[in-house]
């Protein structure tokens, strides 16, 4: 199942919960309930559906003197088939300054408008 499949899954509140972590970076989970504006158990229950679920990763810790979890994206595959036009990687890729008018960019842009979906 894709991570989009995935996401369309969850509830309003994991929704949230997952926007939250991915704009942080990660998050104690003592402070991601808070920020959600629900209940401690609620928070946990979230945070424990979307490492089910492989969205997040949950890490034992101390923060503040209190055993928590670290809440964090999962990393996520790249889809690299975007820059590419049949077996053809983008021309930008690694190019400091960029021409459009160049015959690779041509090139790539045909294997484009000629590759069957």
Request: glycine share 6%.
């Given at each position: 199942?894709?991570v989009?499949?995935?996401e369309?899954?969850?509830?309003?509140?994991e929704r949230?919960?997952?926007?939250?972590i991915?704009?942080?970076?990660?998050i104690?989970?003592?402070?991601?309930?808070?920020?959600?504006?629900?209940?401690?158990?609620?928070?946990?229950?979230i945070?424990e559906?979307l490492?089910?679920s492989?969205?997040i990763?949950r890490?034992?810790?101390v923060?503040?003197?209190?055993?928590t979890?670290?809440?964090?994206?999962?990393p996520r595959?790249?889809d690299?088939?975007?820059?590419?036009?049949?077996?053809?990687?983008?021309?930008f890729?690694?190019?400091?300054?960029?021409?459009?008018?160049?015959?690779?960019?041509?090139q790539?842009?045909?294997?484009?408008a000629y590759?069957e979906y």
């Amino acid at each position: 199942m894709s991570v989009s499949e995935l996401e369309s899954d969850l509830s309003a509140d994991e929704r949230a919960g997952l926007e939250l972590i991915r704009e942080t970076g990660g998050i104690h989970q003592s402070d991601f309930w808070k920020q959600l504006d629900v209940s401690s158990r609620k928070g946990s229950r979230i945070a424990e559906a979307l490492q089910e679920s492989g969205l997040i990763q949950r890490e034992n810790t101390v923060y503040d003197g209190h055993n928590t979890y670290y809440l964090e994206p999962a990393p996520r595959d790249l889809d690299f088939s975007l820059l590419m036009a049949g077996d053809m990687l983008s021309p930008f890729i690694g190019e400091e300054e960029i021409d459009p008018q160049s015959d690779a960019f041509s090139q790539w842009l045909m294997n484009l408008a000629y590759e069957e979906y």
